[in-house]
């Protein structure tokens, strides 16, 4: 059983950034594939970008290319989604998640209970 916390939420102007983190409990963390997913008020969740075991392949997302970066470091079972360039409608909870058979958008087998983003015009 994987346990992920996310941290690095929180309030931010439009054009601001910030750096999400997720780190993970266990010890295999190289052997997962890692995604960031948001949920806005009212909305789906919807997929924003993952990275495979080795950060080899990146998979992202509508709406954030050019403006996210996802990466991983594999010494300290943490995930990181860099976002810049933020945008009222990027305010979400942003969700990590882990798999080792998934690649890009799917239904992860673990969870991090989400932090909250809030963009402001």
């Known amino acids: 059983q994987v346990q992920l916390v996310e941290s690095g939420g929180g309030f931010v102007q439009a054009g601001g950034s910030l750096r999400l983190s997720c780190a993970a409990s266990?010890?295999?963390?190289?052997?997962?594939?890692m995604a960031w997913f948001r949920q806005a008020p009212g909305k789906e969740r919807e997929f924003v970008m993952s990275?495979?075991?080795?950060?080899?392949?990146?998979y992202i997302g509508n709406g954030v290319r050019g403006r996210f970066t996802i990466s991983r470091d594999n010494e300290k079972n943490t995930v990181y989604l860099q976002m810049n360039s933020l945008k009222v409608e990027d305010t979400a909870i942003y969700y990590c998640?882990?798999?080792?058979?998934?690649?890009?958008?799917?239904?992860?087998?673990?969870w991090g209970q989400g932090t909250q983003v809030t963009v402001s015009s």
């Open positions: 990275i495979t075991k080795d950060s080899t392949n990146k």
């Open positions: 998640a882990a798999d080792k058979q998934r690649l890009g958008a799917g239904n992860y087998d673990y």
């Open positions: 266990d010890r295999t963390f190289s052997s997962y594939t």
